[in-house]
């Protein structure tokens, strides 16, 4: 079978990312021909379809007003990239395409390009684009639905995207260009690594018969690290430091509750957190910075537990994944995918979002648990990892989407 797979970026960049390297390795050991389609930068992989891909886009750089206007419009339609796809697949000739994060650098432009072919495609939803223009339904601070059924102008008049007038413009432009083209019609399945995006996508007007929800996997024949048993004295959250991630709501508190937190990551909220941490003195709570590879794999496999205290409507972070493979305990807020990751308090505790008190009582149960108790949450996790998160549960449920479509 020849999957030609769509990702905006080919260098690890998050779990979008994670995901689509991790899942090309597992189709090309089952034998499949992965295509690769993405956006040129110095720090992509090699691949063997690099001269199609589309130009490098960082809307993040100083630009000539006559530059910002051609990024604007490329958001809404990039013509390089329908012309650059179409141009693949017609030397490929794909069976399936496989889309991941594709908007603003790629945009939905390539989608005529897969209704002009007819080709059966896939779309893993890692965020919420496709029914919110700002990807994960929260403008300034808040969880948002107003955009329900593709009224956008809402975007506009809250300027949810960077609370910007202008990139919120775009933004809303794009979303209804799309609407009534109905560009996104031309994806046959769309997968949801939670249970709660399929739940949030048909409540937003999606059909429920064109999505399925898939965990996501990791590789379970990777090395594991030994793990000491007197080393667990640490709760650990690693991840992107971000307002929506709740960080700041996790170190006051860890505070309260006097326990010892080590926090791995980088974002834009990496200042203000030091700063906050040094003006108030606090001593329990440890940046140690952005950690990979098997540095990042000690870390969690002698943490306590590992703490996902999002604001926002997680999806199915690859941290809990990361986390139940090494057998930790979870400790996580109320919101998104989170909670179909703990399981009736057998493998951790679910708190109130933003809730600091019941956040406390969640570290001061796990504190009390004698060592049997805590023993089995750790066996808890390494089983529903096994059952639920492995890349051999995931090919029979992936080949089973392709071929349902290929009939």
């Given amino acids: 079978m020849k999957i030609l797979m769509v990702n905006k970026f080919f260098y690890i960049k998050g779990g979008s990312e994670t995901y689509y390297f991790s899942l090309k390795k597992l189709l090309e050991q089952h034998g499949h021909e992965v295509i690769d389609f993405s956006m040129k930068d110095k720090r992509n992989f090699p691949s063997d379809y690099s001269e199609y891909f589309v130009n490098n886009v960082d809307y993040n750089d100083k630009n000539t007003i006559l530059k910002k206007i051609q990024l604007a419009k490329n958001i809404i339609y990039s013509t390089e990239a329908k012309t650059k796809f179409e141009n693949l697949v017609k030397a490929t000739r794909p069976d399936i395409i496989h889309l991941n994060i594709f908007q603003h650098q790629i945009s939905p432009s390539i989608l005529d390009v897969i209704k002009k072919y007819r080709i059966p495609t896939v779309y893993t939803a890692h965020d919420l684009k496709m029914v919110c223009l700002n990807y994960k339904m929260m403008s300034h601070g808040k969880i948002c639905e107003k955009c329900m059924h593709g009224h956008y102008f809402q975007c506009l008049k809250n300027r949810c995207v960077k609370d910007s007038f202008v990139k919120s413009s775009i933004n809303v432009i794009e979303g209804y260009v799309h609407k009534f083209r109905k560009s996104y019609d031309s994806i046959s399945t769309i997968i949801t690594p939670s249970l709660f995006y399929k739940k949030k996508l048909e409540q937003f007007g999606i059909e429920k018969e064109r999505i399925v929800h898939i965990p996501n996997f990791l590789e379970s024949d990777t090395e594991c690290i030994q793990i000491p048993e007197n080393l667990k004295k640490y709760y650990l959250y690693f991840g992107r430091l971000s307002e929506e991630k709740g960080v700041l709501t996790l170190i006051k508190a860890a505070v309260k509750s006097k326990i010892e937190m080590y926090i791995v990551g980088t974002g834009p909220l990496k200042e203000r957190l030091e700063k906050y941490i040094d003006k108030n003195k606090i001593k329990n709570v440890k940046m140690l910075g952005f950690k990979s590879g098997i540095e990042l794999k000690t870390l969690v496999g002698n943490s306590k537990a590992v703490i996902l205290p999002s604001e926002w409507y997680e999806n199915g972070p690859y941290s809990a994944i990361e986390a139940l493979q090494l057998g930790r305990p979870l400790i996580g807020s109320d919101l998104g995918g989170i909670p179909e ?42 089983d ?15 080949f089973k989407v392709y071929s349902d479509l290929l009939i």
């Fill in 384 to 398: 529903i990892f096994d059952k639920y998160y492995t890349s051999k549960v995931y090919y029979k449920k992936i």
């Fill in 341 to 382: 990751l703990i399981f009736e308090n057998k493998n951790g505790y679910i708190f109130k979002n933003k809730d600091i008190s019941d956040l406390k009582k969640c570290f001061d149960k796990m504190e009390n648990l004698n060592a049997s108790e805590y023993q089995k949450m750790e066996r808890y996790s390494k």
